[in-house]
């Protein structure tokens, strides 16, 4: 696949989308094809799996329900959108993909990490990202930063929850060194967009 394949991570607040959306203005601008696309959702089906999945009202929805639903919403996005957009050469950019059932359902709901890394090669056909920008931001701040907002079922979870999946996203940033690249949440929103900038130009000039 002749593509670029870049996923952003991090706990809910932490501005990924934020860089998300100018990630794709910039490389646009330089003239690529840029599929922007968020998890769970992205495509038909995995809008109305996410509808389900986020839903407050699912209060009674367990978490191996929870991690099957995003795993069947990540499987029919992977192969309807990111494959085909990765083969036609184009940049995919994912907001959530794989890593986030790891630090969500793994490290903060508890379910075995092998599991998961079964169910996500599974639903990914074996796609991995070329590189994953994990956005880090301290609980504290990310719940700040979202006061103003109505939470969804996930997010409804609470401090000690995202405590958990924010120290997944640091041990994984270490397990998977080689492909993620770590920026702090505290910067502005300029000063990390430029950074992302420069990563993301690097790996373009080093695949080419
Ligand atoms: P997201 O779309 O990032 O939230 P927002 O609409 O606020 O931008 O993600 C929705 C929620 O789904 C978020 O709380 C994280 C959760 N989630 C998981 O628990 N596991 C997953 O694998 C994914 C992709 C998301």
Redesign the pocket.
Same mark, same amino acid.
């Given at each position: 696949m002749t593509g670029l394949f870049i996923s952003f991570e991090g706990i809910? %607040?932490c501005g990924?989308?934020t860089q998300a959306d100018l990630l794709k203005s910039h490389l646009e601008s330089k003239g690529e094809t840029v599929v922007l696309i968020?998890?769970? %959702?992205g495509s038909i089906i995995s809008e109305q799996i996410?509808e389900i @999945? @986020?839903n407050p009202e699912n209060d009674t929805m367990d978490a191996s329900t &929870?991690?099957i639903l @995003?795993a069947a919403?990540?499987s029919q996005l992977t192969r309807e959108v990111i494959i085909p957009a990765l083969e036609s050469g184009h940049v995919v950019i994912c907001?959530?993909?794989?890593?986030?059932? @790891?630090?969500?359902?793994g490290y903060?709901r508890g379910i075995k990490l092998e599991w998961l890394e079964k169910l996500n090669a599974f639903a990914t056909a074996g796609v991995k990202p070329d590189i994953t920008l994990l956005v880090d931001l301290s609980v504290d701040e990310a719940l700040r930063r979202?006061e103003s907002?109505s939470f969804?079922?996930? &997010?409804m979870?609470g401090v000690e929850f995202l405590e958990r999946?924010r120290s997944g996203y640091l041990e994984m940033a270490e397990s998977f060194c080689e492909r993620y690249f770590m920026l702090n949440g505290l910067h502005t929103i300029e000063e990390m967009s430029k950074m992302i900038i420069n990563k993301v130009e690097e790996i373009k000039s080093e695949i080419n």
């Amino acid at each position: 696949m002749t593509g670029l394949f870049i996923s952003f991570e991090g706990i809910d %607040g932490c501005g990924k989308s934020t860089q998300a959306d100018l990630l794709k203005s910039h490389l646009e601008s330089k003239g690529e094809t840029v599929v922007l696309i968020r998890e769970p %959702g992205g495509s038909i089906i995995s809008e109305q799996i996410r509808e389900i @999945l @986020l839903n407050p009202e699912n209060d009674t929805m367990d978490a191996s329900t &929870e991690a099957i639903l @995003l795993a069947a919403s990540r499987s029919q996005l992977t192969r309807e959108v990111i494959i085909p957009a990765l083969e036609s050469g184009h940049v995919v950019i994912c907001d959530r993909y794989a890593d986030s059932t @790891l630090a969500y359902q793994g490290y903060g709901r508890g379910i075995k990490l092998e599991w998961l890394e079964k169910l996500n090669a599974f639903a990914t056909a074996g796609v991995k990202p070329d590189i994953t920008l994990l956005v880090d931001l301290s609980v504290d701040e990310a719940l700040r930063r979202m006061e103003s907002k109505s939470f969804d079922r996930i &997010e409804m979870e609470g401090v000690e929850f995202l405590e958990r999946v924010r120290s997944g996203y640091l041990e994984m940033a270490e397990s998977f060194c080689e492909r993620y690249f770590m920026l702090n949440g505290l910067h502005t929103i300029e000063e990390m967009s430029k950074m992302i900038i420069n990563k993301v130009e690097e790996i373009k000039s080093e695949i080419n």
